[in-house]
C-alpha cells in the first residue's frame, strides 16, 4: 500500500506546498519541521523550475527568487535526505516534467525512491502522457499523482479509475494563487472521484483561510495550500517559519471541525 | 506525418495542465471536422486570396543570382502578404475555425509582434474579441506593432516575467488560456505547443510549399535543389517545407537565430545547441541548462528569440531529412542590408536570417541549380532597430 495512505489516516489532510529554496534550503528544512510540529499531514516539496506556467505570480516569484539563490535538484536532494532523518510523514515533489526528464526519468525517480519521496506532482502531465514516467515510477515505488480538474468532465472516472497515493482536485479555473472565492462544485467532482476508487482525494489552488479549508474537507480528504504559505515566506524570509507553523495549526484545527 | 498521438517520432505529444486536456481535444474534434468541409475550405481560400492577396510571388532574383554568380535564386515573398508576413495564413485559418467552434474571443503571443497583429486583424475582420500577450522586451523592440495591434482593437498586455520575451509570452497566454476556455481560441502562432497546434499550424502554413511548388513547375519546369527558410518555432520553415518532404533531391535548410553565436550563451539555435526536452506543451530540443531549467536565449531577431523549436522539425532534424543551420546577428544584419540594396527588398530580420545562408551557399552551387529562399516577412518594422545596430541614433 502507498505510504500516502498514512496521511489520510489522522482526520482530513492538511497539506502544505513549499517551494525548496526560497529564500535558502535552510529555512526550507526549517519550515518543513514547523509544518510537521503542527499538524501537518504530508508535505509537497516544490523544485523550482524557470518557467512554471501552472502557477500564479506568488509562487512564480517563489520559483525566481529559489533558483537565483543557487538551488539544484541535486542539492534539493540532499535537503530531503537531512529532512528525512526526523520526518517521518509522506513527502511529494511537485516540479514540471523537464526537471525530471532532464535530469533523467530513471536518475531522478530512484533518487527520489532511495531518498524517502512517495510521490510525484508533474501539473504537465495529463492523463494522456503519463506513459513518459509511469513505468519508472512503478519500478521505483513512488506515486505519480494524478490531477484532476473543473474542466475534467467525462474524464473524471478515467483519471479516478487509475490514480494512485491521491488525487490532486484543482479547485478552479487558471493558475495557482490566493483566491477570494471557489466557485466551482467540487462536492459533484468528489462524488464522481468516489464512485470509481478508493484512493483519497485534497483539493488545491486558491485555498488561503481556515473557513475555506473547512469547506473543502468537507467535500474532500483534505486540502493543498501553496501560495498563503509562500507568502508568508516571501514577507518573513528566515523568519518564516514560526509564522508558517502558526499558520498550519489554525488550518488543521480549522478542518477537525 | 502526424500520428494519432500527436508524436513526431519521439517529439510532440501534450504536455500541459489537466485544466486545457478538454480543450485540445474539443480543438482537436473540430479541427478533423472542418478540415474536411468544403464550406469552411471555401471560406478559407476566399478569405487567403481576397483579403490576405495569396498566392504569393515567386520572384525570380536575377541581381542577387548574376551577383552572387552560382545557383538560381528565387524569392518566395510572404512578405506581401496583407499585415506582411506568413503569419496571416495560419491565423485566418485558426480565427476561422475558432469562429465555427463558438469561440468569440482570440489570445495570442507574439514575438516580433508579426502574429500578434496577424490575430488583431483576424479578429477584427471576424469580429471577435483579441488579447495579446507579448514580452515587455519585445514591446519596446517593436513599439510599431505594438501601436498597429491597439490600434486594430486589441488588448496588448506586457509579460514582464522572465526574460520578457517570446517564451514568457507563451507561458503567460497559456495561463491565460486556463483560466478561460469556455468563450476563448489560444490562437498560436508557431508549429509548437501540444498537439495538435503543431499540425494545425502546420496545414494553414502548408500553403506556402504547394504554391512553391506548383510555380516553380510552371517557371522552371523542375523542383528546386534546396528551399531555405528561418526558424524560430519553425511556422513559415515548416510551411516552406511541408510539401517537398516526399522529395529527398530537394534539400531543406532552416536558419536558426545563433545571436552572438553558437559557441556563445547569447544564442537562439535551438536544434544546434539545445537538447531534447519537454516545455510548452511538447517534447522537443530546448536551449537549458544540466538541470533543464530553460534558458533564457538571445537573438537580434525578437521573432526567432525562443529557446525551443516545433517538434516536426526536431524530427526532421532526427531523422536527418532537414538541416539547420546557425546564422548570427552580425550575419543576418548584413543579408538584411543585401537584399535591400540588390533587390530593393527589405525583409524581416528573421527572414533576413535565410538569405544570409543563401548568400554562404549560393556562389558554391551551379547556374543550373535553384536554390528557393521564403521572406517570410517584411523588414519594415526593424528599420529603427537595425538602424540602432549600425549605430545610427534614429526612432520611430
Not at chain 2, 16 to 37: F, G, H, Q, R, S
Amino acid at each position: 500500500m502507498s505510504n500516502i495512505r498514512k496521511a489520510f489516516e489522522n482526520g482530513k489532510a492538511f497539506i502544505p506546498f513549499i517551494t525548496c529554496g526560497d529564500p535558502d534550503l535552510k529555512t526550507t528544512a526549517a519550515v518543513v519541521r514547523a509544518a510537521v510540529e503542527n499538524g501537518a499531514d504530508l508535505i509537497e516539496l516544490g523544485i523550482p523550475f524557470s518557467d512554471p506556467t501552472a502557477e500564479g505570480p506568488v509562487i512564480q516569484a517563489a520559483n525566481i527568487r529559489a533558483l537565483n539563490g543557487g538551488v539544484t535538484t541535486d542539492k534539493i536532494f540532499d535537503l530531503v535526505r537531512e529532512l528525512r532523518k526526523d520526518v517521518k510523514i509522506p513527502m511529494v515533489f511537485m516540479t514540471y516534467a523537464n526537471v525530471v526528464f532532464s535530469y533523467g526519468s530513471e536518475r531522478f525517480i530512484s533518487t527520489c525512491s532511495e531518498i524517502g519521496i512517495d510521490g510525484l506532482i508533474l501539473p504537465d502531465v495529463p492523463y494522456e502522457e503519463k506513459e513518459e514516467f509511469l513505468p519508472i515510477c512503478r519500478k521505483y515505488g513512488v506515486d505519480l499523482i494524478s490531477l484532476i480538474a473543473p474542466t475534467s468532465e467525462n474524464r473524471i472516472a478515467m483519471i479516478a479509475k487509475e490514480a494512485e497515493g491521491f488525487i490532486y482536485v484543482v479547485s478552479s479555473l487558471g493558475v495557482t494563487g490566493v483566491r477570494s472565492e471557489i466557485k466551482t462544485d467540487l462536492g459533484a467532482i468528489t462524488d464522481i472521484i468516489r464512485q470509481n476508487t478508493d484512493v483519497p482525494c485534497a483539493i488545491g489552488f486558491g485555498i488561503s483561510t481556515p473557513e475555506q479549508a473547512a469547506k473543502m474537507a468537507a467535500v474532500s480528504d483534505g486540502a493543498i495550500v501553496g501560495s498563503a504559505i509562500i507568502k508568508l515566506l516571501e514577507k518573513y524570509g528566515a523568519d518564516a517559519p514560526k509564522y508558517v507553523g502558526e499558520y498550519v495549526k489554525s488550518m488543521k484545527e480549522a478542518m477537525a471541525v | 506525418m502526424t500520428n494519432p498521438n500527436g508524436r513526431f517520432g519521439i517529439h510532440g505529444g501534450q504536455y500541459i495542465p489537466e485544466t486545457l486536456m478538454n480543450a485540445v481535444i474539443e480543438l482537436e474534434e473540430a479541427y478533423n471536422y472542418y478540415k474536411k468541409d468544403p464550406e469552411f475550405n471555401r471560406e478559407l481560400t476566399e478569405l487567403l486570396n481576397e483579403y490576405a492577396g495569396r498566392p504569393s510571388r515567386l520572384y525570380y532574383a536575377e541581381k542577387m543570382t548574376k551577383d552572387l554568380g552560382g545557383a538560381k535564386i528565387y524569392l518566395k515573398r510572404e512578405d506581401l502578404n496583407h499585415t506582411g508576413a506568413h503569419k496571416i495564413n495560419n491565423v485566418l485559418g485558426q480565427a476561422l475555425l475558432a469562429k465555427k467552434m463558438g469561440k468569440t474571443r482570440l489570445i495570442a503571443e507574439t514575438g516580433a509582434g508579426q502574429h500578434g497583429v496577424a490575430t488583431a486583424t483576424a479578429a477584427a475582420l471576424l469580429g471577435m474579441e483579441c488579447v495579446v500577450f507579448m514580452g515587455e522586451e519585445d514591446t519596446i523592440r517593436q513599439a510599431l506593432n505594438v501601436y498597429k495591434m491597439r490600434l486594430l482593437g486589441a488588448e496588448v498586455v506586457p509579460v514582464k516575467t522572465g526574460t520578457a520575451t517570446l517564451k514568457d509570452a507563451v507561458s503567460e497566454a497559456m495561463r491565460e488560456w486556463t483560466s478561460r476556455i469556455s468563450d476563448t481560441h489560444y490562437c498560436l502562432g508557431s508549429v509548437m505547443g501540444p498537439h495538435p497546434f503543431p499540425t494545425i499550424v502546420r496545414d494553414f502554413q502548408a500553403v506556402i510549399s504547394k504554391e512553391i511548388k506548383e510555380q516553380i513547375m510552371e517557371k522552371e519546369g523542375r523542383l528546386p535543389d534546396a528551399v531555405l527558410a528561418c526558424v524560430g518555432g519553425g511556422s513559415n520553415a515548416i510551411g516552406s517545407f511541408y510539401h517537398f518532404i516526399e522529395d529527398k533531391d530537394v534539400r531543406l535548410i532552416g536558419c536558426e537565430a545563433a545571436g552572438r553565436g553558437i559557441d556563445t550563451f547569447e544564442t537562439a539555435a535551438t536544434v544546434n545547441t539545445g537538447r531534447v526536452g519537454i516545455f510548452h506543451g511538447m517534447k522537443s530540443y530546448f536551449c537549458q541548462d544540466e538541470y533543464g531549467q530553460i534558458a533564457p536565449v538571445y537573438s537580434i531577431s525578437a521573432g526567432l528569440d525562443y529557446p525551443g523549436v516545433g517538434p516536426e522539425h526536431a524530427y526532421l532534424h532526427d531523422i536527418g531529412r532537414a538541416e539547420y543551420v546557425p546564422v548570427t546577428d552580425d550575419e543576418a544584419v548584413n543579408a538584411f542590408e543585401y537584399l535591400s540594396r540588390t533587390e530593393g527588398i527589405i525583409p524581416a530580420i528573421e527572414s533576413a536570417h535565410a538569405v544570409a545562408y543563401a548568400l554562404k551557399i549560393a556562389p558554391e552551387m551551379t547556374p543550373d541549380q535553384i536554390l528557393v529562399i521564403t521572406i517570410s516577412g517584411r523588414g519594415d518594422k526593424d528599420c529603427a532597430a537595425i538602424a540602432r545596430y549600425r549605430g545610427e541614433d534614429i526612432h520611430e
